[in-house]
Structure formats: C-alpha cells, structure tokens
C-alpha cells in the first residue's frame, strides 16, 4: 500500500504507544477491559483478545470486531495461516479501524494448534513471512508479529534470529516476544505461560542484533519498576499481561507518568470507576449484562484496604437480576469507608 503522510503519523504514534502494551488475552481483553484500561492510561496501546481469521473470513463474525472510538490507540490481533485469509481478515479488521494488525505466533492452545495457528507457526518463519507480506499489501495500517523464542526442541539462539530476520525481510518493523518457549506437547495453555522459562537476555540479544526492528518484551513482567528496567536495557517496548489485568492500577494508573513523560497527575482508581458508570448504563441499556464489565474491574482495588470486598460485592452481585451501577457505586463506597478505617 501506498504511504500517506497521514499513515506515517499514524504508525508513528502507535510505535510510542508500544512502549507499553497491554498484552492480548483471550476472554479477558474484551471491549469492556480495554474501555477500562483506556480509562487508567491514555497511552498505552492496547491489543485485543485473538480474533481467528477463519472466523472472520469464513464465519462472518463481524461483531468480533466491534468496539468503542475510546479505546484508540488499539491492535487487532489475529490468528491463522492462510495468506489470502489473513489479508482479507486484516483488511475488515483495518476497515473497522483498528491501529495495527497483529499476528498471533505464540499461543500454545490445542484449539489453536489443530487450526495451525499460533506458536505452531514459529516452525514455519516462510509461511509467517507470506502471511505478513500479504497482510500488508493489503492494509495501510502496521502489521506486528507476537511470537515465543521457540517451540518444543527447537534452539532458542539458533530459531529466533531466523525467524525475526524472515518476518523483518517480509516488511514487519514491530515484533513483541514472549520470552519463553511454547512446549506443543504435555503442557497446558496455562503451564505454557508459566513453566517454559524465561529468557530475557535473550530478547535483548535480538534487539542488539537487529537494531531497526522495534522489540517488546513480554512475559513475567509484574509492575513498572520492572518495565522501566527492561526499556532502559535497550528494549523499545514493554508488553504485560497478567499483572495488567490483576492489578491494573498498579500497572497503568502511572504509565503515562512514567513511561510515556506526561506530566499531568495520575488518576484514581476512584475516579475511573466513577467514569466507568455511564459506560456500564450504556451497556445495560444496550441489553448487556452488568458483569461482563464488572468482571474486569474486580482488581481494581488490589492491595488496598477493601479490595476484598470490592471484589466480593461485584463478583457476587453483579449476577442478580436487575444489578446496575448502584452496585458499582455501593462497592465503592464500601472501599472509602474501609480506606477511612484503615488510615485511622
Ligand atoms: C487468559 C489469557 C489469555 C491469553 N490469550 C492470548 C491470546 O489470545 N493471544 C496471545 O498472543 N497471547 C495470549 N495470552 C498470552 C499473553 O498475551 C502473554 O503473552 C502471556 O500472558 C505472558 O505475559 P504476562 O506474563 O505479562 O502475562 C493469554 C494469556 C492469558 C493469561
């Protein structure tokens, strides 16, 4: 595709967006989680869960696609292995206006394995290039890759430089790598994101060795003292996931202070909540159901007094008939009280 001026601002700010990112994480990045995300940083890039190409393509299941103007700057991610899907699932997705198109060559689920999609593919740098390379004749929006350092017996040192030099050949700048192997065989999704461990010099390694290719690091990464050490090694950005989405306070409520240089004084987890309810009256009045938001909200309050609570009211409430945002604001109010005890 053409380069516009208007493409190259646009892929300039969502490269310093992907200083941090919210990593992509099925059943819980959902439109409602990045909404909320969006509300505790303005400048993180945020990637959604993994929409399948076939899906898409050959499912018509458009709806995946759907979601809020506040979100921006947000990522598309993608899985499959058909060039010709894939272009046609980047192009809807891009058409919706999604930021950057993201492939998925690190999930390890079996689902995924039988449709010959995620860390399967990091056997197959040729196959992940011509879906790259097809990808981006067909949208004007970035195409990223999100990889493992290897699967199975494949050596980490020796695979890993192959494959990012194959999918850097075919045109992607900006690769995230969860700095573990994916073992196909014998472990969970789960133990997948736990047991393989964690090679961070690695990644670091490739970012010395391929200097123009933008490089996030993922995996294990659980507060921002630790993301602040990872960018200041070299690397160009900094993925979470878990701790982001257990603690998002912790992680995002400081991020643009610190990682992105605004100046303007963090929120509160207060305030977001509060911000939250006309979203959540907007999505019960749509027909939505008060927890599919309010589940993303439970860590809200982590670590803090109340948190236990908060928790409690929203998990245990939010599924009764007629539950709206006085539940949230109750809660709420719950952890002020809870907060004034403590400090007393
Ligand atoms: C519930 C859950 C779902 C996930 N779904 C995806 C996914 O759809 N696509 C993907 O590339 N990675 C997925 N992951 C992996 C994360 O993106 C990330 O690589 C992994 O959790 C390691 O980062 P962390 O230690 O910061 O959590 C998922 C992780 C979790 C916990």
Redesign the pocket.
């Known amino acids: 595709m053409q380069e516009t001026n208007a493409n190259m601002d646009r892929k300039s700010l969502i490269e310093k967006a992907s200083r941090l990112s919210v990593?992509?994480?099925?059943?819980?990045t959902d439109r409602h989680c990045r909404y909320l995300h969006r509300l505790m940083s303005r400048d993180a890039l945020l990637y959604t869960?993994?929409v399948t190409a076939p899906a898409l393509v050959r499912g018509g299941a458009l709806h995946l696609l759907e979601h809020d103007p506040a979100e921006h700057p947000v990522a598309l991610?993608l899985g499959g292995s058909d060039p010709a899907e894939l272009a046609r699932a980047a192009r809807l997705g891009a058409g919706a206006g999604y930021d950057e198109i993201n492939l998925?060559c690190?999930?390890p689920s079996d689902r995924v394995q039988s449709g010959t999609f995620g860390a399967v593919l990091m056997m197959s740098p040729d196959l992940v290039a011509e879906c790259c390379a097809a990808m981006i004749a067909a949208v004007d929006v970035e195409v990223t890759v999100?990889c493992r350092i290897g699967v199975d017996a494949q050596e980490p040192r020796e695979v890993l430089p192959a494959f990012l030099e194959t999918v850097a050949a075919a045109g992607v700048r900006r690769v995230a790598i969860?700095a573990r192997k994916a073992w196909l065989q014998g472990l969970s999704p789960k133990e997948n994101?736990d047991i393989p461990p964690l090679d961070y010099p690695l990644v670091q390694e490739m970012k010395r060795a391929f200097p123009a290719l933008h490089v996030s690091i993922?995996?294990?990464?659980g507060s921002l003292d630790e993301a602040e050490a990872h960018l200041a090694q070299g690397l160009d950005g900094v993925?979470?996931?878990?701790?982001?989405?257990h603690d998002p306070a912790a992680l995002l409520l400081q991020a643009d202070r610190r990682i992105f240089g605004r100046t303007a004084a963090p929120r509160s987890a207060e305030a977001v909540v509060h911000d939250m309810l006309p979203y959540i009256e907007r999505h019960l009045a749509a027909g939505g159901k008060l927890g599919q938001v309010t589940r993303h909200m439970l860590g809200l309050f982590t670590g803090r007094p109340g948190a236990r609570a908060w928790r409690r009211q929203l998990s245990e409430g939010a599924h009764r008939p007629g539950a709206g945002p006085e539940l949230v604001e109750a809660a709420l109010a719950h952890v002020a009280d809870m907060g004034r005890a403590a400090a007393e």
């Open positions: 990593a992509p994480m099925m059943d819980w869960e993994m991610q998925n690190g999930c999100k969860h994101r993922n995996g294990g990464i993925m979470v996931g878990r701790a982001a989405y």
